[in-house]
């Protein structure tokens, strides 16, 4: 039998002494006054690859963070999946899979409102960002079968977010068009990360953005975009759920399914010193 707890353990005490991911969440919050006091983690096989003679497991390893600042406790959940092989019941070339950001070439959308498009559109919408939260909180770590699942899924979990706060779609059936997700057919703008930051930006009826530019001016409810690369083509989105005490955003996403993130992601396999951002308020012009 497989003990993943004892496997996971030694993987990261190895790990947090290198110059990678936890030194930067270390050193994030030190800066924000928060100090990790508990750190849970328990794992899950869901496949074994057979491969020249060798075995590779994968597991799915559900880390939870018990976090202080100041007086405030934070819980942060993230579920990453891992790989390993056994030789001679020794664990080796055991590392994150994470999935990384596809770098194909990007669609933009542009908005626009025409007689093609079917669905409902709006001058003005309102927002139920409580809504939006709720529905971010019980589908963290799962996936609603009302939906198509993705393999990489952070826009199509924001998306399904923001219809659940009543955001309206419109554009149905060109993919190239609106925001809108329809008989197991969807937009670019619904699904690709990138697709969704250019529409937020320019669409001007049904779901909207406000681009704002510091991160404390966002609210529960609303979008942060992330171009790990720096390079143009926007690669992640996530939702604001909360806000820690000093009011900066905590964040939801799909992918590697996080809950009460720090919205900054430094602690992610993805991030570089190129990365950019860009925060939208949404159902505000």
């Known amino acids: ?13 190895n790990e947090r002494h290198d110059d990678h ?7 994030r919050n030190k800066e924000r006054g ?49 790989q390993f092989r056994l030789v001679n019941n020794e664990v080796v070339d055991h590392h994150n899979v994470s999935l990384l950001p596809n770098r194909e070439k990007p669609v933009t959308i542009a908005p626009r409102t025409d ?36 393999a990489v899924d952070c826009t199509n979990y924001v998306s399904q977010c923001l219809l659940a706060g009543g955001a309206p779609m419109e554009g149905a059936p060109v993919r190239e068009d609106g925001w809108w997700y329809q008989d197991r057919n969807w937009s670019f703008s619904w699904a690709v990360a990138h697709s969704m930051r250019w529409y937020l930006s320019g669409s001007t009826s049904g779901l909207r953005g406000l681009e704002v530019e510091k991160p404390e001016e966002l609210y529960p409810g609303d979008v942060i975009c992330y171009d ?5 083509r926007w690669d992640h989105n996530t939702i604001v759920v909360a806000k820690d005490e000093k009011g900066m955003p905590l ?35």
């Open 1 to 13: 039998m497989i003990k993943l707890k004892a496997i996971w353990l030694e993987f990261f005490r």
């Open 21 to 27: 991911w936890w030194k930067r969440k270390q050193q």
């Open 34 to 82: 928060a100090d990790i006091k508990r750190i849970r983690g328990h794992g899950r096989v869901y496949r074994q690859l057979h491969y020249d003679h060798q075995i590779w497991y994968e597991y799915l390893l559900h880390i939870t963070y018990v976090t202080k600042q100041n007086k405030r406790i934070y819980l942060e959940e993230q579920v990453t999946p891992f």
């Open 115 to 150: 007689s093609r498009s079917t669905s409902i559109s709006a001058e003005r919408f309102t927002y139920d960002r409580r809504a939006a939260v709720k529905y971010a909180e019980h589908w963290w770590n799962d996936y609603n079968p009302d939906f198509e699942k993705f």
């Open 228 to 232: 790990f690369q720096g390079d143009g």
């Open 251 to 285: 964040v939801n996403a799909h992918t590697d399914n996080s809950r009460h993130r720090y919205w900054s992601y430094e602690d992610s396999s993805a991030w570089t010193e190129q990365i950019k951002y860009k925060f939208f308020r949404i159902g505000m012009t």
